[in-house]
């Protein structure tokens, strides 16, 4: 089973034998292109392309032959949106996620659609950099380009067009866009009439586990596997993510530390939260829903500190051949929980969970000439795990039950973050230990399930899916985070009208 994750900054494709077994890996940065202050852009052709290319590499890294693949399953990053023209070619760039130019639209589908009705529907809160919003931004800005759309398509759907020459959509994946009726399971057509949209620009809706389509002649001649292979719709990266850390039923809770960050769990009814701070999210089976709460600058923190702080572990890890990231960890270590009193606001890209403002910032507070370079490495770990925290204690206000915790991304690959995020949650933590790659590892289960590998979503992670050794909280920093975790959730609300003032 071959599955192909297109996330924010990479493609990577992984080759999963029906044991689980990870034959191959491989991945392919691209770049994000920022042509004014706000906009994030990509083209979906470099995407194709280095999709190729890494379908191309993990064949012939595993030795794997294209006729030994049973189906393909996929997996993207959410919320962007893409625009082809009646050729299939893009009308434009595509919007991703993290782009935040429609500030002014978010409000103008305030001023259209109650905010409460529109959450009733759409399970989730009006944020920047969704496919919805980013649409109305084209419609307003762009005349031509919408005129020239024949069809509105998210990232990962894209890849599956060019694979198969079939349009459509997932529902985990059409549940992040603002358009889709998160209960229903299909686009909401009050919403698109409400914003005068057409409603023939958006694709058919599949649940993930369906067959798609097949690889037709052209994409097998520029990616090397077989014409007529099996391709299921797949899902967004955090639903695919989910799958591959075995999130398929009520209890365990996965905390995802990437670029961004995200908390999500699995629950068996569409509940909402009537305060709008998190994302009710269609899961891969029709009885199924994610709660999800998402940060913006998780990883992306630690990462913007090593670009401009860690010169020094950037060196060290190209010349003996150390992770860069693991240096800055065993330095956070030599700092006692709780960094001396010095608290950072992860909020270097605006926030999404709680506060939904595209105008917050980061910042440390506590700062003196006692605290060190470790301290204040371990005091960004400690808030990113704080402002992920702010969903786990929504998800305990909505009575979501939780029992464990399932660590992913590359957070999970730090011991010390591990360790402090067992102490924030006051809950023990773990890994998933027979795959790094969960986005396309949980695409590949799909396509397994898609082609009849296994009968059903839940005996497929049952199947693969191993948790490696739990950490558990230490008795002494669990009162000790909940001391600095009140602090932290005191300084929002304090600073948010200074954030308007520096934006």
């Not at 990266?237 to 995802?256: R, Y």
């Not at 401009?308 to 860069?324: K, V």
């Not at 992860?346 to 301290?375: I, Q, W």
């Amino acid at each position: 089973m071959l599955g192909i994750d297109l996330g924010t900054s990479s493609v990577r494709a992984v080759l999963v034998t029906p044991e689980g077994a990870i034959l191959g890996v491989a991945g392919k940065e691209y770049p994000i292109s920022s042509p004014w202050p706000d906009w994030d852009e990509q083209d979906p052709v470099v995407w194709w392309q280095a999709t190729c290319e890494v379908v191309r590499r993990v064949l012939d890294k595993a030795a794997v032959r294209p006729e030994d693949i049973r189906a393909v399953g996929l997996s993207g990053q959410m919320h962007g949106l893409v625009l082809l023209d009646r050729t299939g070619s893009p009308v434009r760039p595509a919007i991703i996620w993290p782009d935040k130019r429609s500030y002014k639209e978010c409000q103008q589908i305030g001023e259209r659609i109650d905010p409460d009705r529109l959450y009733e529907i759409t399970g989730i809160p009006v944020a920047t950099g969704f496919f919805g919003v980013s649409l109305l931004w084209v419609r307003e800005h762009e005349p031509d380009s919408y005129a020239r759309t024949h069809v509105a398509l998210l990232p990962k759907d894209y890849i599956r067009y060019r694979l198969t020459g079939e349009l459509a959509t997932d529902a985990t994946d059409g549940s992040g866009t603002v358009l889709f009726d998160v209960t229903r399971r299909t686009w909401s057509r009050e919403i698109i009439q409400r914003l005068g949209f057409l409603d023939d620009i958006f694709p058919p809706v599949l649940e993930s586990s369906e067959v798609a389509g097949r690889i037709c002649q052209k994409a097998s001649e520029e990616t090397g596997l077989l014409a007529g292979t099996l391709v299921a719709a797949g899902g967004g990266d955090q639903a695919m993510g989910a799958v591959g850390c075995g999130i398929v039923k009520e209890g365990v809770l996965a905390s995802t530390i990437g670029t961004g960050g995200q908390l999500i769990t699995a629950v068996e009814d569409a509940v909402l939260d009537r305060r709008h701070r998190i994302h009710t999210l269609c899961h891969v089976t029709k009885d199924q829903w994610l709660l999800m709460g998402a940060m913006l600058a998780a990883g992306l923190s630690l990462r913007w500190f090593k670009e401009n702080f860690g010169q020094t572990e950037d060196a060290a890890g190209s010349l003996c051949e150390l992770d860069p990231y693991e240096l800055l960890s065993m330095e956070a270590e030599k700092a006692e929980p709780g960094s001396r009193g010095l608290i950072f606001l992860p909020y270097l890209c605006g926030e999404r969970t709680p506060h939904m403002d595209p105008k917050a910032k980061g910042c440390f507070v506590g700062l003196s000439l006692s605290h060190t370079r470790a301290h204040v490495i371990r005091a960004i770990m400690e808030g990113v795990a704080f402002g992920l925290k702010d969903s786990l204690t929504i998800f305990r206000e909505l009575g979501v039950p939780l029992e464990t915790v399932i660590c992913s991304g590359g957070g999970a690959r730090s011991r010390v973050w591990r360790q402090i995020q067992a102490d924030v949650y006051g809950m023990p933590v773990t890994t998933i230990t027979n795959n790094g790659e969960h986005s396309a590892y949980g695409a590949a289960l799909i396509g397994g399930v898609a082609a009849g590998t296994y009968r059903h979503v839940l005996e497929a992670c049952e199947t693969v899916v191993r948790q490696g050794e739990a950490v558990y909280p230490l008795e002494d920093n669990v009162p000790r985070y909940e001391h600095y975790y009140s602090v932290f959730r005191s300084l929002y609300p304090i600073l948010k009208d200074t954030f308007k003032e520096l934006a």
